[in-house]
């Protein structure tokens, strides 16, 4: 296959289980994003990948070699780490011909590749200037060009972009995604922003604990998160018991409910339901009881706070579809049985 697969990593520390049987593939050309809360194995999973680190358990395969004992200079890789290790004492160009300097290449083809990728990153005519005079984000992007000079198999990124300020990370975010569907470069990137794994990937990886909890599309794990902590730590949901009884009724913070199925021999299960999905109405009508306890208008968005049971859930509306409500008014919740993702227990 041509690409990357890992089969059964497995890191250990001693005695401890820093990642624990990992199965991935990541087909050529993709663009992964691994995501998960801090600790939860990312970058010991990109260092075993860049060779960094060797498995304790598993192989890894690089478009069908297998390169688990080969040396990291020897992997044909690029790579970007959040500290860049931008000489800076060199120009731009010389930071970016560096790799290929060390490889020898001809003065010549150094100047071509060079200018390439400056091109590429949109920084054409900045070959002579030091690296210390450039601003955040032009730093970021001549460490992609130079971690890029060798045109590499495999592009793998930790935290590029965590030390950019919100609105410069979000437009390097659509530039990094944009120079890797251009050159069609297999690339990873360790990320804790989900936004940021949202904007780039084909394919995010949420782990925790050292596991893959789910590897899926951006659109696929916000839409049908494989379980509660994907369902709650991609974007922000509403996770709701409920209940079937063997009539197949089903209570949600028990109150019953109409039209929601938890599906055929499942009696317990909670429910998660995206802000965005949950509809205000006049309390009745099949729908769950609840009563106003905050409004918070963002402008952009209006978030309606709702008290169910003792348990608060969040409606998010646009202004247009602006519920009118007011804190204390009694309300009705409208689970629609397709918004609502069943998550076994
Ligand atoms: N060299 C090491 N020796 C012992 N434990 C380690 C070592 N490197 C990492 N760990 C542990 O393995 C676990 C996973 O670490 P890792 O750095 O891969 O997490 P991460 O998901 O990248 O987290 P963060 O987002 O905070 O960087 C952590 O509990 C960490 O303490």
Same mark, same amino acid.
């Given at each position: 296959?041509?690409?990357?697969?890992?089969?059964?990593?497995?890191?250990?520390?001693?005695?401890?289980?820093?990642?624990?049987n990992v199965e991935l593939t990541v087909p050529h050309g993709t663009f992964v994003c691994m995501?998960?809360?801090?600790?939860?194995?990312?970058?010991?999973?990109?260092?075993?990948?860049?060779?960094?680190?060797?498995?304790?358990?598993?192989?890894?395969?690089?478009?069908?070699?297998?390169?688990?004992?080969?040396?990291?200079?020897?992997?044909?890789?690029?790579?970007?780490?959040?500290?860049?290790?931008?000489?800076?004492?060199?120009?731009?160009?010389?930071?970016?011909?560096?790799?290929?300097?060390?490889?020898?290449?001809?003065?010549?083809?150094?100047?071509?590749?060079?200018?390439?990728?400056?091109?590429?990153?949109?920084?054409?005519?900045?070959?002579?200037?030091?690296?210390?005079?450039?601003?955040?984000?032009?730093?970021?992007?001549?460490?992609?060009?130079?971690?890029?000079?060798?045109?590499?198999?495999?592009?793998?990124?930790?935290?590029?972009?965590?030390?950019?300020?919100?609105?410069?990370?979000?437009?390097?975010?659509?530039?990094?995604?944009?120079?890797?569907?251009?050159?069609?470069?297999?690339?990873? @990137?360790? $990320?804790?922003?989900? &936004?940021?794994?949202? +904007?780039?990937?084909?394919? *995010?990886? !949420?782990?925790?604990?050292?596991?893959?909890?789910?590897?899926?599309?951006?659109?696929?794990?916000?839409?049908?998160?494989?379980?509660?902590?994907?369902?709650?730590?991609?974007?922000?949901?509403?996770?709701?018991?409920?209940?079937?009884?063997?009539?197949?009724?089903?209570?949600?913070?028990?109150?019953?409910?109409?039209?929601?199925?938890?599906?055929?021999?499942?009696?317990?299960?909670?429910?998660?339901?995206?802000?965005?999905?949950?509809?205000?109405?006049?309390?009745?009508?099949?729908a769950l009881s609840g009563t106003v306890t905050f409004v918070r208008d963002l402008g952009g968005?209006?978030?309606?706070?709702?008290?169910?049971?003792?348990?608060?859930?969040?409606? @998010?509306? $646009?202004?247009?579809? &602006?519920?009118?409500? +007011?804190?204390?008014?009694? *309300?009705? !919740?409208?689970?629609?049985?397709?918004?609502?993702?069943?998550?076994?227990?």
């Open positions: 296959m041509s690409g990357l697969a890992l089969n059964n990593v497995t890191k250990e520390f001693g005695t401890f289980t820093a990642v624990n995501l998960g809360p801090s600790g939860c194995g990312k970058t010991t999973l990109l260092r075993m990948i860049a060779g960094l680190d060797l498995p304790t358990g598993g192989a890894i395969n690089l478009d069908g070699e297998d390169i688990t004992h080969v040396p990291t200079h020897k992997r044909n890789l690029g790579m970007v780490f959040q500290s860049l290790a931008l000489f800076p004492h060199l120009t731009v160009g010389e930071n970016i011909a560096y790799p290929l300097r060390i490889r020898g290449a001809p003065k010549e083809d150094q100047k071509k590749r060079v200018d390439e990728l400056l091109a590429m990153i949109h920084l054409s005519g900045y070959s002579d200037r030091p690296v210390s005079k450039l601003s955040g984000g032009q730093r970021q992007r001549v460490a992609i060009a130079r971690a890029l000079a060798i045109s590499p198999k495999l592009f793998l990124l930790d935290e590029p972009l965590s030390a950019l300020d919100a609105k410069l990370r979000e437009a390097m975010q659509v530039e990094l995604r944009q120079l890797q569907q251009q050159l069609g470069i297999t690339t990873i @990137v360790v $990320t804790h922003d989900q &936004r940021e794994a949202m +904007t780039m990937a084909d394919t *995010v990886v !949420v782990m925790k604990g050292g596991e893959i909890r789910q590897a899926a599309s951006p659109i696929e794990i916000y839409r049908r998160p494989a379980d509660t902590f994907v369902a709650d730590f991609i974007g922000s949901t509403n996770l709701l018991e409920a209940e079937a009884d063997s009539t197949g009724h089903v209570t949600v913070l028990g109150q019953p409910v109409s039209g929601v199925s938890l599906g055929a021999d499942t009696r317990k299960a909670t429910l998660s339901i995206r802000p965005e999905d949950i509809h205000l109405t006049a309390p009745g009508d099949g968005t209006i978030e309606t706070f709702v008290d169910i049971a003792g348990r608060q859930i969040v409606a @998010v509306s $646009t202004p247009r579809a &602006r519920p009118e409500v +007011t804190v204390g008014q009694p *309300v009705g !919740v409208v689970l629609l049985p397709d918004v609502c993702v069943v998550l076994a227990k």
